[in-house]
């Protein structure tokens, strides 16, 4: 009877132990709760949640389950080498979600620029990036033949700079205001896929890519070079909005008319 007793006790602290470590990788949202406060609790980063979680903006509800441990997501994916772009996916939050380096996934689907479209085939796990630029390549060259070029990995790379070129050495006076990656309902992340908040010395503007194309780089008077990779709801025509990490500074920038230059 003691013995039973005993091993009872054994199963029950071994059932209690087992729920604990299934409840250690999933959170369900409490009143109050951000996304931001969560990442800080769990120690993962924001992007990282977004993509357990196939969240498109840092918006979350009470009593919603969140996926809090990657580990679970990754087995899952791990079978899977290829991922069909979905509509507003960036490169940042894909190579997040696949638990890979955005550089990794630029390389190895041939890609130069941020631009990626709905429907294309990307290439999310293989060896080294050296190994695996060849297949991308190789994909890319059937599509050029099948006439719906924009569908192709490659395409996009090919795109943009054949229209920065055609604005390579403009010079214009332009407004300039500034902007951070902590703004109200700001998620850091650009239109084109750069975590503003992982790279804060990143320098970066916003334009009107009818004005300036994205991808470009850019000389900006009193700021540098930098790379036009955002947009904004009211940066139309002659305007930009430069990156600064901190808000203080930003609202320090004010709005000013500044000299540009396309450099590429």
Same mark, same amino acid.
């Given at each position: 009877?003691?013995?039973?007793?005993?091993?009872?006790?054994?199963?029950?602290?071994?059932?209690?132990?087992?729920?604990?470590?299934?409840?250690?990788?999933?959170?369900t949202v409490q009143s109050g709760d951000?996304?931001?406060?969560?990442?800080?609790?769990?120690?993962?980063?924001?992007?990282?949640?977004?993509?357990?979680?196939?969240?498109?903006?840092?918006?979350?509800?009470?009593?919603?389950?969140?996926?809090?441990?990657?580990?679970?997501?990754?087995?899952? &994916?791990?079978?899977?080498?290829?991922?069909?772009?979905?509509?507003?996916?960036?490169?940042?939050?894909?190579?997040?979600?696949?638990?890979?380096?955005?550089?990794?996934?630029?390389?190895?689907?041939?890609?130069?620029?941020?631009?990626?479209?709905?429907?294309?085939?990307?290439?999310?796990?293989?060896?080294?990036?050296?190994?695996?630029?060849?297949?991308?390549?190789?994909?890319?060259?059937?599509?050029?033949?099948?006439?719906?070029?924009?569908?192709?990995?490659?395409?996009?790379?090919?795109?943009?700079?054949?229209?920065?070129?055609?604005?390579?050495? &403009?010079?214009?006076?332009?407004?300039?205001?500034?902007?951070?990656?902590?703004?109200?309902?700001?998620?850091?992340?650009?239109?084109?896929?750069?975590?503003?908040?992982?790279?804060?010395?990143?320098?970066?503007?916003?334009?009107?890519?009818?004005?300036?194309?994205?991808?470009?780089?850019?000389?900006?008077?009193?700021?540098?070079?930098?790379?036009?990779?955002?947009?904004?709801?009211?940066?139309?025509?002659?305007?930009?909005?430069?990156?600064?990490?901190?808000?203080?500074?930003?609202?320090?920038?004010?709005?000013?008319?500044?000299?540009? &230059?396309?450099?590429?």
């Amino acid at each position: 009877m003691k013995k039973q007793i005993v091993t009872l006790t054994a199963i029950a602290a071994l059932s209690v132990g087992a729920a604990t470590s299934a409840s250690a990788s999933s959170y369900t949202v409490q009143s109050g709760d951000t996304l931001w406060g969560i990442s800080q609790d769990k120690n993962v980063s924001i992007e990282s949640l977004k993509g357990w979680n196939n969240l498109s903006s840092d918006l979350i509800l009470p009593s919603q389950e969140l996926k809090v441990d990657g580990q679970a997501t990754s087995e899952k &994916k791990a079978d899977s080498s290829t991922y069909t772009v979905k509509s507003g996916d960036t490169l940042a939050e894909i190579a997040s979600a696949h638990g890979i380096p955005l550089d990794s996934l630029m390389s190895w689907n041939g890609i130069s620029g941020y631009m990626i479209y709905p429907g294309e085939t990307l290439t999310v796990k293989g060896g080294t990036a050296a190994a695996e630029k060849a297949p991308a390549k190789t994909a890319a060259a059937p599509a050029k033949e099948k006439a719906p070029a924009p569908k192709t990995a490659s395409a996009p790379a090919q795109k943009a700079p054949a229209a920065a070129s055609a604005q390579s050495g &403009k010079t214009m006076t332009v407004s300039a205001t500034a902007y951070t990656a902590y703004c109200a309902g700001c998620s850091g992340t650009t239109a084109t896929g750069i975590d503003l908040r992982s790279n804060p010395n990143q320098k970066v503007i916003a334009v009107d890519p009818s004005v300036i194309p994205l991808g470009s780089k850019v000389w900006v008077e009193g700021y540098g070079e930098a790379i036009a990779g955002d947009t904004g709801g009211a940066i139309k025509g002659n305007k930009i909005d430069v990156f600064i990490p901190t808000q203080g500074a930003a609202l320090e920038f004010g709005r000013k008319n500044v000299t540009i &230059k396309v450099l590429n």
